[in-house]
């Protein structure tokens, strides 16, 4: 179908914001209205998507769905949108977790209670996060990226914590410090282009005749950028503050899906555009991954915050995914594709049973839970099988992504020093019994041992139908991707060996 392979990514982008646009003429006292566009527009732009998933060649390379049409003319920026096996996971991960999150939201509102704005900026958000991972110019990459910004910093600012001012605004200054570099590189690009354009696949594919040095500082810009979204040590101080005030649903989407813009851009805008600046950076963003993953592991040993103790992990695990980019290999690339994947679906879901937890037990202590099996035996078994998988055991989604990635270490790209990154592989590996030792602890204190004093004889209750309808398709996912981890593999090379083959070849 023409028209469908026309329009299918446009709709699927666009048409959460038109439900935010619908929702501002709903009556604020009409929740239920409220929520049902809401869902019902989530799933309308999920339905596309799974349109798309069934109308995907998958034997091929290559963008495909790809509109290329006028924009802004002035400046020769294009509205040029497409997807092929890099995107299309992390797309279809952005379509899904969205509508889990309207679904756990249904009576699962923070204070101050306003859904219609709560789901507004929601709505808002996954178009931003949508469109990032479809646009092929850099300027609507820009805006797409920058959409994003402004709903999370008043989900984290109205919804948040006690301390939610502090932390939206930290993640506000941090996001635009990064954006203006970025904007700036991106500006260095088109400029240095013969003929000038922003559009990423000819800048891509026909490259730039300019000298090292320059294409140095502009990949530097670049790497400001998208380090400080992902995030990279030592740009990660913003998230352990984002994601403890956050609201439940923000501290999801946070995880799932906001830090995998930052690595999509490395592999989309970064490295393919600027291969020679992309090995000279190489082994400085594997020093800074492998860093990261053990500063992270080390952090979680030390937290009492439930949620602090995650935010920390997700700097430990980004570093996996930021040392199969750093390699420079389709096995280090397909493995970082699939650790975003994997990260999004855990850690999303630790960051629902985290959410959960506090509603029933009104804190996020540490040494206050425990003798979680004897009291809600349901949901600890949902967050001891969640930790496993965040852990890296094998046969649930964490294992696949984190292995493969030490094993692209082993051999990076020809240029590239392999002791150095085999060193890096050895201190990857230590994190890995690092990251086993924090999630075996956090288990032994929250789920086991005997209820403690103040909880006895209180009725907690155990998972309820929402939270299975909302949970259930992440719980299966993490076991599936586990066991069948070529379902995302396969879908990646077809696009990622071909490419960064003849890159890096």
Not at 315 to 331: D, E, R, S
Not at 333 to 355: D, E, K, Q, S
Not at 488 to 499: D, L, Q, S
Request: hydrophobic share 55%; proline share 5%.
């Amino acid at each position: 179908m023409e028209w469908f392979e026309d329009s299918a990514l446009t709709i699927a982008t666009f048409v959460p914001i038109v439900g935010a646009i619908i929702m501002l003429v709903i009556p604020k006292d009409k929740e239920d209205q409220l929520k049902a566009t809401a869902l019902i527009l989530t799933l309308i732009s999920l339905a596309v998507g799974i349109g798309i998933l069934f109308q995907y060649d998958y034997s091929r390379a290559g963008l495909q769905f790809e509109v290329d049409a006028s924009w802004i003319s002035a400046i020769n920026a294009r509205y040029h949108v497409g997807i092929d096996g890099i995107s299309l996971p992390l797309y279809m991960m952005t379509l899904g977790i969205t509508v889990l999150c309207v679904i756990y939201s249904w009576n699962h509102f923070p204070e101050p209670h306003n859904p219609k704005m709560f789901l507004i900026l929601l709505l808002i958000l996954e178009t931003g996060m949508l469109g990032t991972f479809v646009a092929l110019d850099l300027i609507l990459f820009f805006v797409f990226f920058e959409i994003v910004l402004l709903p999370m910093y008043f989900l984290i600012g109205i919804w948040g914590g006690p301390n939610r001012k502090y932390a939206s605004i930290k993640f506000f200054l941090f996001t635009l410090f990064g954006s203006a570099f970025m904007l700036v590189s991106f500006i260095a690009l088109y400029f240095l282009a013969e003929p000038h354009t922003f559009d990423i696949v000819r800048l891509a594919d026909e490259g730039l005749d300019i000298a090292r040095s320059t294409a140095v500082w502009v990949f530097a810009g670049l790497f400001l950028g998208f380090a400080i979204k992902v995030p990279m040590f030592p740009f990660h101080t913003w998230l352990p503050d984002a994601h403890t005030e956050a609201p439940t649903v923000g501290s999801v989407v946070l995880a799932a899906v906001l830090l995998k813009l930052g690595t999509y851009g490395f592999v989309r805008i970064a490295l393919p555009i600027l291969p020679e600046a992309a090995q000279t950076w190489a082994p400085w963003i594997g020093l800074l991954a492998v860093i990261g993953i053990i500063y992270g592991s080390l952090c979680c040993l030390a937290q009492t915050d439930f949620k602090r103790l995650i935010a920390f992990s997700s700097v430990g695990h980004m570093g996996f995914v930021m040392l199969g980019i750093a390699t420079l290999t389709p096995t280090g690339i397909n493995a970082a594709i699939f650790g975003m994947v994997a990260h999004g679906i855990v850690t999303g879901m630790l960051f629902f049973v985290a959410g959960s937890m506090h509603e029933r037990y009104h804190t996020r202590d540490i040494p206050r839970l425990g003798g979680m099996i004897s009291s809600i035996p349901r949901l600890a078994g949902i967050l001891v099988l969640i930790s496993f998988a965040s852990l890296g055991l094998p046969a649930l989604a964490g294992f696949p992504g984190e292995f493969t990635s030490m094993l692209a270490a082993y051999e990076p790209a020809a240029g590239l020093d392999a002791a150095v990154f085999r060193t890096f592989l050895i201190v990857a590996a230590i994190g890995t019994v690092l990251t086993a030792g924090y999630m075996l602890y956090m288990l032994q204190r929250v789920a086991q041992g005997p209820i403690p004093v103040e909880w006895e004889g209180k009725r907690l209750h155990d998972v309820n139908a929402v939270e299975y309808v909302s949970w259930v398709p992440l719980i299966a996912l993490t076991v599936v991707l586990g066991v069948f981890p070529g379902i995302v593999f396969n879908v990646t090379n077809e696009t990622v060996a071909p490419f960064f083959s003849g890159i890096f070849g």
